[in-house]
Nanobody, 120 residues
Framework: QVQLVESGGGLVQAGGSLRLSCAAS????????MGWYRQAPGKQREAVAA???????NYADSVKGRFTISRDNAKKTVYLQMNSLKPEDTAVYYC??????????????WGQGTQVTVSS
């Protein structure tokens, strides 16, 4: 069984910073794309940032220049450094990973979510 455990959410004032972490555990052969999504109340879940196993990154326009995604493949962990936070960044943030097992096949897993609240 694979688990993605997120941490680092919390309450911060506008202009502040937070760093989210998401660690994968289980009998994993390899992890391909990893990413962060968010869902604000009353809104659909949206992609925030993604990173390939080779380190290629992609960001939503709304966070470009403010957020940085990175990963440590040895630790099976992905990070999201969030700077210059705005009230509109308030949401539950979810980690997502494409996992491959020794038996083959790729599967998508999600973390349980971590709340980020930015006060004005």
């Amino acid at each position: 069984q694979v688990q993605l455990v997120e941490s680092g959410g919390g309450l911060v004032q506008a202009g502040g910073s937070l760093r989210l972490s998401c660690a994968a555990s289980g009998s994993i052969f390899s992890i391909h794309d990893m990413g962060w999504y968010r869902q604000a109340p009353g809104k659909q879940r949206e992609a925030v940032a993604a990173i390939t196993s080779g380190g290629i990154t992609n960001y939503a326009d709304s966070v470009k220049g403010r957020f940085t995604i990175s990963r440590d493949n040895a630790k099976k962990t992905v990070y999201l450094q969030m700077n210059s936070l705005k009230p509109e960044d308030t949401a539950v943030y979810y980690c997502r990973a494409v996992v491959e097992f020794t038996t083959g096949g790729r599967y998508i897993y999600w973390g349980q979510g971590t709340q980020v609240t930015v006060s004005s």
